[in-house]
Every structure is written in structure tokens, then in C-alpha cells.
């Protein structure tokens, strides 16, 4: 940088502290007049007091006072005077250094530019400023000697004081010496002006204290010349007027100060008593919460050990009628038995001699070996129905259950046991999944992936042999084709919509979330997630029915699960499936194999929400149609089992009713879209 930038950029410098000077010089000016009136007032006050005061003596005291005040608002007036001659000498021989580097640009072919020609403009119009505040005081000076006059007041004049005389202004250095040390030089006078700046301040509040003090003096020596009877009435009332003020004023703030007091208190302590509440209610919500869980958890425990007794019930009665039919078969083979003795006793009277006898021999072997193959057939059959009713549904021993004793049956007395209906293979499925796809969301994002059905035949429920009593009687249904989602909704799909719709992501039981299917969801909150799909997608997605689900799961199949009557090992995951998350969590969906249809999970895993309303049996249901309308809509269906399920429960046959606001940590679901 050049000297001539350094010395433009100093002067830059020295016009804005100027300018602050300049701003502060006003506010000072603007300040002096208010209390310049005031003290006017004062003596206009003392003035006339001086004046009604009968005696002299206080009359020539009261003038002593004006020609006091007079002199040293004059005083002041001086200073400040001498604090602007000053600063106009200051940017005076400014305005000349900076003039000298100007003329030298020019003796040297440069020109003035627009930012030269503004910082000359500026320096000039500063200077004429002080020179019109310097004439204001000279008038206001004036002003008072005059008022000084006319009241025969004859004051020392302050301009002699060696205060105001002002400094010769020093002749313009060498051009080689200023070019040289132009930046320090503008630096100097810059500081001296701040320092002169910041001296009439110090001033300033030392007269305002000296002035104060003055009329608090002045005050005490009124008090005392009313306190000496001195003072004329209107004075004495004029004074007692203005205590009466200053102690109103006082107790006003007193009252103020006392109010806040209170105030604060009061705001202190609603504070206090705000936290403790908030305290208290979150204890009390905690404790609510820490409560509806165990709640819910012993309503689980009380209705898991609920089914089992109903189911242990069921084993037992169904026994209970095999051994029924077992004895009936014995009943009727020893009457049979008795009647065929007595018809013999009777033919061997009627036919006499040994002919007749060796007749009636022959036919009561024969019916004795015929009787003797039915008793050895029921004896044999017995453990043969039972060992296929526990491979088609197996259950935990009980010890309430009673057996049946193979010594009960006599071979003399036993008939065939009543034909079984045989357990059926498993059927090949009838039909393909057409295709899987995934829809586009309004977000970029894609929707869960769906299989494509086409449309088919099944049969829907339990065989009549087999003892649940709600899935009967099996029946054939007909159906559309419609597309379901390969799996249960996991967590990374339901945050998704959450975060758009601003639902709460449920519980996951510290089980984790990404690809587990989403639990602790009520059916309303599975009918705004298919809801929400339908509005993201453009296409119909609902919640699937009952016997879209089954149709789905059975993949073409009429077995107990979808790859056969035996449970197997690591097929699924359930009390007894032999997984490695059986009884304890769910698991990331996909994790076993599929079905001839390519959907994962229809065993196990988690219990899924239909759109079905509770029909306690299948009695009326129509042959076709996507879905049974009508029932008691206060419940809705339940199908498949979950990961704490025992084996009695599994299978693709499995309903369940449960309330639409109810869920649970072994409930999802899936959907379905119309094709």
C-alpha cells in the first residue's frame, strides 16, 4: 500500500471518529440546555423568593446565589468553547497536511478522485459545523451577561480565564517529512481527538455532581431558613409541597418495590409447586405405565394358560369319547354273545342227540373266532387312531388325561372299532404366483413387495373328525385373483409411513427393528398403514380377508401346514419348531422357506390382523366372493400363529377373534391389493 492509500485510509479513520465526537458533542449540547433550563428556573425561583424577602440581608444572599449560578453556567460555556477551539484547530491542520499531499498529486500529474473530493467536502463541512456550535455558546453567553444586566449583576468575564485562549496554528511541515510520517502524524492527532473526546465527559459528570450536591445544599439551606421562620409563606408552602413530593415519590417506590417483592415470591413459589406437579404426574404416569404392562402381560399369561385348558379339555373329551365307543363295542359284543348262547342252548334242546351237538359246536367256534378277530381288530385299532391324532396334532403330555388301559378290552368281547377317516396327502398346488412386485411411493421410495395370485378353488376349514369346532365345516370357496405381500410388514416399512403421517413407531420389545415384522400394532393402525399406501400409490390396498389369507397360506395345499401334517424342525418359528428364537422373539421376516406361493411366515412368527368380522364358525358362509360380510364387526379375525405358540396352535386353520384397539408384542399383519 502506498503512502498516499495509508494516508486517504487514516483520514477515513479520522472522519469517523469525528463524527462520533461530533454526535457526542451534540448530545452533550443537548444535555447542558436541559439542565441550563433548569437551573434558570431555580433562579428564577431564588429571584423572586430574594425579592419578596422583606430582609436585606437574605435579598443580597439570594443575589449572591444568581450571580454564583451565573458564573459558572459561563464557566462551562467556556470549556466548551475552548474543547471546540481546540477540535477546529485539530482538523484545521488536518485539512492543511492533507491538502499539501493533494497539491503534490497534482504537481505530479495525478488527479483528484471522487473519494478525494468527498473527504475534502467532509473536513470542510465539519469544520463550519464547530464553528456554528462555537457561535451558539457565544450567544447563549450572551444571553445570561445580559439576564446578568438587567438584574444589576455584574459577573467576571471568563473569556480573560488562560483556559480559553486558543493555541497558534502551527505552519505546515515539509512536504519530504510529511509524506514520510503522514499515517503516524493522522494516528496522533486521531488519539488526541479521542482523549479530548473522553476528557469533557469526565468534566461533564463531575459538574453534574458538583450541581447536584449544589441543590441539595440549596435545599438544606431553605429547610433551614423555614425552620428559622426566614422564609416567606410562599416559599415555606412551595418547599413543604416539594418534601411532600419527594416523600409520596418515596413511598410510591417503597409500594413498588414491595409488590415486586411479592410478585417474585409468588412466581417463585408457582414455579415450585409446577415442578413438584410435574414431578408427581410423572411419577404417577411411570408408575400407570410400569402397571398396564404387567396388566398386560398376566392377561397374556392368564389367557395362554386359558387355552391350554380348553385344549387339554378338548384332548380329554375327545378320549373320554373314544373309550365311551370302546366300552359301547364291548357292551354290544357280550350281549351279542349272551343272545348266540342261549340260541345255542335252545338248538341244542330242539335237535337232541350228539349230531345236533357237534352242529352246535361247529357254529360257536366260528362265532367265537369271528368275535375273537373283532376284539384282537379294536384292541389294535385304538392305539393306531390315537398315534394318527397325535402325529396330525400333537400335544404336551397332561397328567389329567386319561389313558386307555389295552387290558380293558377283552379279546372275547371286542368288535372292530368304527372306520377313521384317512389322513390326507398333500395336494400339489392347482395354481402359480403370476408375478411380485413392489409400488412406487410418492417419495421415491417403494412399497412392500406383493405377489400376484390369480384366482382359484380351495378348501377352506378344518375336517370334520379334527375337534375344532370354529373352523368347521370345511367348504369349498371360490376366489378372484388379488396380490398379498410376500412377507409381514417389518418395521422399515411402517417407520416410513409413521414419518409421513406422523403415527407413533410402536414398541419393539428391545427385540430390535429393520426387518422384524412390526408389532404392538391394533387393526386400526393396520387400516391406516393400507390406507395410507392407497393414497401413496394410486392402487387399493386393504387388509386381507380370511379367506384370502387362507387361500394364500395353504399355496394349494390341504395339510395340516403348508409342507405337510409333521411340524418338523427349523420350518418356522414357534414354542416348539426347534428355531433358535422360539418362545423368546420374533425374527426378521424371510428367514425360513417359502410357500409354493413364495410368501414367508404363514406359520409362526407372528399372529396376523384380516379385515374379517367374527363369524364364531363357518356355518353359512357363501362359496364365493372375496370375503364373508356381515358378523359382529366389534371383533375382528385373527389368523395364523405367532413365536410363543405351542404346537396345538399351529396351523394354517387357525381363528382367533380379538377386539379391533387390542395389540400385543406376537400381532402384525400384511396386506393385500386389488388387482
Given at each position: 500500500?502506498?503512502i498516499?492509500?495509508?494516508?486517504?485510509?487514516?483520514?477515513?479513520?479520522?472522519?469517523?471518529?469525528?463524527?462520533?465526537?461530533?454526535a457526542?458533542?451534540?448530545?452533550?449540547?443537548?444535555?447542558?440546555?436541559?439542565?441550563?433550563?433548569?437551573?434558570?428556573?431555580?433562579?428564577?425561583?431564588?429571584?423572586?423568593?430574594?425579592?419578596?424577602?422583606?430582609d436585606?440581608?437574605?435579598?443580597?444572599?439570594?443575589?449572591?446565589?444568581?450571580?454564583?449560578l451565573?458564573?459558572?453556567?459561563?464557566?462551562?460555556?467556556?470549556?466548551?468553547?475552548?474543547?471546540?477551539?481546540?477540535?477546529?484547530?485539530?482538523?484545521?491542520?488536518?485539512?492543511?497536511?492533507?491538502?499539501?499531499?493533494?497539491?503534490?498529486?497534482?504537481?505530479?500529474?495525478?488527479?483528484?478522485?471522487?473519494?478525494?473530493?468527498?473527504?475534502?467536502?467532509q473536513?470542510?463541512?465539519?469544520?463550519?459545523?464547530?464553528?456554528?456550535?462555537?457561535?451558539?455558546?457565544n450567544?447563549?453567553?450572551?444571553?445570561?451577561?445580559e439576564?446578568?444586566?438587567?438584574?444589576?449583576?455584574?459577573?467576571?468575564?471568563?473569556?480573560?480565564s488562560?483556559?480559553?485562549?486558543?493555541a497558534?496554528?502551527?505552519?505546515?511541515?515539509?512536504?519530504v517529512?510529511?509524506?514520510?510520517?503522514?499515517?503516524?502524524?493522522a494516528?496522533?492527532?486521531?488519539?488526541?481527538?479521542?482523549?479530548?473526546?473522553?476528557?469533557?465527559?469526565?468534566?461533564?459528570?463531575?459538574?453534574?455532581?458538583?450541581?447536584?450536591g449544589?441543590m441539595?445544599?440549596?435545599?438544606?439551606?431553605?429547610?433551614?431558613?423555614?425552620?428559622?421562620?426566614?422564609?416567606?409563606?410562599?416559599?415555606?408552602?412551595?418547599?413543604?409541597?416539594?418534601?411532600?413530593?419527594?416523600?409520596?415519590?418515596?413511598?410510591?417506590?417503597?409500594?413498588?418495590?414491595?409488590?415486586?417483592?411479592?410478585?417474585?415470591?409468588?412466581?417463585?413459589?408457582?414455579?415450585?409447586?409446577?415442578?413438584?406437579?410435574?414431578?408427581?404426574?410423572?411419577?404417577?404416569?411411570?408408575?400407570?405405565?410400569?402397571?398396564?404392562?404387567?396388566?398386560?402381560?398376566?392377561?397374556q399369561?392368564?389367557?395362554?394358560?386359558?387355552?391350554?385348558?380348553m385344549?387339554?379339555?378338548?384332548?380329554?373329551?375327545?378320549?373320554?369319547?373314544?373309550?365311551?365307543?370302546?366300552?359301547?363295542?364291548?357292551?354290544?359284543?357280550?350281549?351279542?354273545?349272551?343272545?348266540?348262547?342261549?340260541?345255542n342252548?335252545?338248538?341244542?334242546?330242539?335237535?337232541?342227540?350228539?349230531?345236533?351237538f357237534?352242529?352246535?359246536?361247529?357254529?360257536?367256534?366260528?362265532?367265537l373266532?369271528?368275535?375273537?378277530?373283532?376284539?384282537?381288530?379294536?384292541f389294535?385299532?385304538?392305539?393306531w387312531?390315537?398315534?394318527?391324532?397325535?402325529?396330525?396334532?400333537?400335544?404336551?403330555?397332561?397328567?389329567?388325561?386319561?389313558?386307555?388301559?389295552?387290558?380293558?378290552?377283552?379279546?372275547?368281547?371286542?368288535?372292530p372299532?368304527?372306520?377313521?377317516?384317512?389322513?390326507?396327502?398333500?395336494?400339489?398346488?392347482?395354481?402359480?404366483?403370476?408375478?411380485?412386485?413392489?409400488?412406487?411411493?410418492?417419495s421415491g421410495?417403494?412399497g412392500?413387495?406383493?405377489?400376484?395370485?390369480?384366482?382359484?378353488?380351495?378348501?377352506?376349514?378344518a375336517?370334520?373328525?379334527?375337534?375344532?369346532?370354529?373352523?368347521?365345516?370345511?367348504?369349498?370357496?371360490?376366489?378372484?385373483?388379488?396380490?398379498?405381500?410376500?412377507?409381514?410388514?417389518?418395521?422399515?416399512?411402517?417407520?416410513?409411513?409413521a414419518?409421513?403421517t406422523?403415527?407413533?413407531?410402536?414398541?419393539?420389545?428391545?427385540?430390535?427393528?429393520?426387518?422384524?415384522?412390526?408389532?404392538?400394532?391394533?387393526?386400526?393402525?393396520?387400516?391406516?398403514?393400507?390406507?395410507?399406501?392407497?393414497?401413496?400409490?394410486?392402487?387399493?390396498?386393504?387388509l386381507?380377508?380370511?379367506?384370502?389369507?387362507?387361500?394364500?397360506?395353504?399355496?394349494?395345499?390341504?395339510?395340516?401346514?403348508?409342507?405337510?401334517?409333521e411340524?418338523?424342525?427349523?420350518?418356522?418359528?414357534c414354542?416348539?419348531?426347534?428355531?433358535?428364537?422360539?418362545?423368546?422373539?420374533?425374527?426378521?421376516?424371510?428367514?425360513?422357506?417359502p410357500?409354493?406361493?413364495g410368501?414367508?411366515?404363514?406359520?409362526?412368527?407372528v399372529?396376523?390382523?384380516?379385515?374379517?368380522?367374527?363369524?364364531?364358525?363357518?356355518?353359512?358362509?357363501?362359496?364365493?366372493?372375496?370375503?364373508?360380510?356381515?358378523?359382529?364387526?366389534?371383533?375382528r379375525?385373527?389368523?395364523?400363529?405367532?413365536?410363543n405358540n405351542?404346537?396345538?396352535?399351529?396351523?394354517?386353520?387357525k381363528?382367533?377373534?380379538?377386539?379391533?384397539?387390542?395389540?400385543?408384542?406376537?400381532?402384525?399383519?400384511?396386506?393385500?391389493?386389488?388387482?
Amino acid at each position: 500500500m502506498s503512502i498516499e492509500d495509508k494516508a486517504k485510509a487514516e483520514a477515513k479513520k479520522l472522519m469517523a471518529e469525528v463524527g462520533q465526537l461530533q454526535a457526542q458533542v451534540k448530545s452533550q449540547s443537548l444535555v447542558s440546555k436541559a439542565e441550563t433550563q433548569k437551573l434558570i428556573a431555580e433562579i428564577n425561583r431564588l429571584q423572586v423568593a430574594a425579592i419578596q424577602e422583606r430582609d436585606s440581608d437574605k435579598a443580597r444572599q439570594a443575589k449572591l446565589e444568581t450571580k454564583r449560578l451565573y458564573e459558572e453556567q459561563l464557566a462551562h460555556i467556556a470549556v466548551r468553547q475552548n474543547n471546540i477551539r481546540e477540535q477546529v484547530d485539530r482538523l484545521l491542520l488536518a485539512k492543511q497536511k492533507y491538502e499539501t499531499v493533494w497539491k503534490r498529486d497534482l504537481e505530479n500529474g495525478k488527479t483528484l478522485d471522487s473519494q478525494d473530493s468527498q473527504l475534502q467536502q467532509q473536513l470542510l463541512q465539519l469544520i463550519k459545523k464547530k464553528k456554528e456550535d462555537f457561535v451558539l455558546l457565544n450567544r447563549e453567553a450572551e444571553a445570561i451577561r445580559e439576564r446578568a444586566r438587567q438584574k444589576s449583576i455584574s459577573l467576571l468575564d471568563a473569556r480573560q480565564s488562560p483556559a480559553t485562549t486558543s493555541a497558534p496554528v502551527s505552519a505546515p511541515e515539509p512536504a519530504v517529512d510529511l509524506l514520510i510520517s503522514v499515517a503516524d502524524r493522522a494516528k496522533a492527532e486521531a488519539e488526541k481527538l479521542i482523549k479530548e473526546v473522553t476528557k469533557p465527559k469526565i468534566g461533564d459528570a463531575a459538574t453534574k455532581a458538583e450541581e447536584v450536591g449544589r441543590m441539595m445544599a440549596e435545599i438544606n439551606k431553605l429547610q433551614m431558613a423555614a425552620d428559622q421562620g426566614l422564609l416567606s409563606e410562599g416559599d415555606s408552602k412551595q418547599l413543604e409541597d416539594r418534601v411532600k413530593k419527594i416523600e409520596s415519590k418515596q413511598r410510591e417506590a417503597r409500594d413498588q418495590i414491595n409488590q415486586l417483592t411479592q410478585a417474585k415470591i409468588k412466581y417463585e413459589l408457582a414455579l415450585s409447586r409446577s415442578a413438584q406437579q410435574r414431578n408427581v404426574e410423572q411419577a404417577r404416569r411411570e408408575q400407570d405405565e410400569k402397571l398396564q404392562e404387567e396388566l398386560n402381560q398376566l392377561i397374556q399369561s392368564k389367557e395362554g394358560e386359558q387355552r391350554r385348558l380348553m385344549e387339554e379339555l378338548e384332548l380329554i373329551r375327545m378320549r373320554s369319547e373314544q373309550e365311551a365307543a370302546l366300552l359301547k363295542a364291548q357292551r354290544d359284543a357280550a350281549r351279542a354273545l349272551a343272545d348266540q348262547q342261549a340260541k345255542n342252548e335252545d338248538l341244542m334242546r330242539s335237535m337232541g342227540g350228539r349230531k345236533g351237538f357237534t352242529r352246535a359246536r361247529i357254529i360257536g367256534s366260528v362265532l367265537l373266532v369271528l368275535l375273537l378277530g373283532g376284539g384282537v381288530a379294536a384292541f389294535f385299532m385304538t392305539p393306531w387312531l390315537s398315534a394318527q391324532f397325535a402325529a396330525r396334532f400333537p400335544d404336551k403330555p397332561s397328567g389329567n388325561a386319561p389313558s386307555i388301559v389295552a387290558g380293558a378290552v377283552t379279546p372275547a368281547t371286542a368288535e372292530p372299532a368304527p372306520p377313521v377317516a384317512p389322513q390326507k396327502p398333500a395336494l400339489a398346488p392347482v395354481v402359480r404366483p403370476v408375478r411380485t412386485f413392489r409400488d412406487k411411493l410418492s417419495s421415491g421410495e417403494r412399497g412392500p413387495e406383493m405377489v400376484q395370485l390369480p384366482g382359484g378353488s380351495f378348501r377352506m376349514g378344518a375336517p370334520a373328525y379334527l375337534p375344532y369346532s370354529d373352523e368347521r365345516p370345511q367348504f369349498e370357496v371360490t376366489l378372484d385373483g388379488f396380490s398379498i405381500s410376500r412377507r409381514e410388514i417389518t418395521f422399515d416399512e411402517y417407520r416410513v409411513f409413521a414419518n409421513s403421517t406422523g403415527h407413533k413407531l410402536p414398541d419393539d420389545s428391545t427385540w430390535g427393528r429393520g426387518e422384524r415384522p412390526v408389532i404392538n400394532v391394533s387393526w386400526d393402525d393396520a387400516s391406516d398403514y393400507a390406507a395410507w399406501l392407497t393414497k401413496e400409490t394410486g392402487s387399493q390396498y386393504q387388509l386381507p380377508s380370511e379367506r384370502e389369507w387362507e387361500y394364500a397360506a395353504k399355496a394349494g395345499t390341504d395339510t395340516a401346514y403348508w409342507w405337510g401334517d409333521e411340524l418338523g424342525s427349523n420350518k418356522a418359528n414357534c414354542g416348539q419348531c426347534g428355531s433358535q428364537w422360539d418362545v423368546q422373539q420374533t425374527a426378521p421376516v424371510g428367514s425360513f422357506q417359502p410357500n409354493a406361493f413364495g410368501l414367508y411366515d404363514v406359520i409362526g412368527n407372528v399372529m396376523e390382523w384380516t379385515r374379517t368380522c367374527y363369524h364364531p364358525n363357518y356355518e353359512g358362509a357363501p362359496p364365493t366372493g372375496q370375503d364373508w360380510v356381515g358378523g359382529n364387526c366389534s371383533q375382528r379375525m385373527v389368523r395364523s400363529s405367532a413365536f410363543n405358540n405351542y404346537q396345538r396352535e399351529v396351523r394354517v386353520t387357525k381363528r382367533k377373534k380379538l377386539n379391533p384397539k387390542s395389540s400385543s408384542n406376537n400381532l402384525g399383519f400384511r396386506v393385500v391389493r386389488v388387482n
